[in-house]
């Protein structure tokens, strides 16, 4: 299982960091490709930024590069997306996911690529 937390209401320019607690089968967590995406009120679920089981590897839209971070500590059985100066158009739920698979770069935004999701946490961003 996956538990969001750490959405809230920021203003625009703010910063949060959320954060996605594994349970369950937590002794294979480290091996987990994570992911978080995110939906707004009307559209559709989209990728937001992916990480490998090793830390390596990462992936984020374009639309949140060199403003969000994606990272993990596997002792924690956590991953982590810090959000730096956010934007009114960031405002959505944002869903943690987990996949025992192990895509190339491209293929960890897709949604398939991930079996297990969080019930989400929601993020607004005033202007």
């Known amino acids: 299982q996956l538990q969001a937390s750490g959405g809230g209401l920021v203003q625009a320019g703010d910063s949060l960091t959320l954060s996605c607690v594994a349970s369950?089968?937590?002794?294979?967590?480290?091996?987990?490709?994570m992911g978080w995406f995110r939906q707004a009120p009307g559209n559709e679920r989209e990728f937001v930024a992916a990480i490998r089981f090793t830390s390596t590897r990462t992936l984020y839209a374009d639309s949140v590069k060199g403003r969000f971070t994606i990272s993990r500590d596997n002792r924690k059985n956590t991953a982590y997306l810090q959000m730096n100066r956010l934007k009114p158009e960031d405002t959505a739920r944002y869903y943690c996911?987990?996949?025992?698979?192990?895509?190339?770069?491209?293929?960890?935004?897709?949604?398939?690529?991930?079996?297990?999701w969080g019930q989400g946490t929601l993020v607004t961003v005033s202007s």
């Open positions: 996911a987990a996949g025992r698979t192990n895509p190339n770069l491209s293929s960890m935004s897709l949604e398939r690529m991930y079996d297990h």
């Open positions: 369950g089968d937590t002794d294979t967590f480290s091996t987990y490709l």
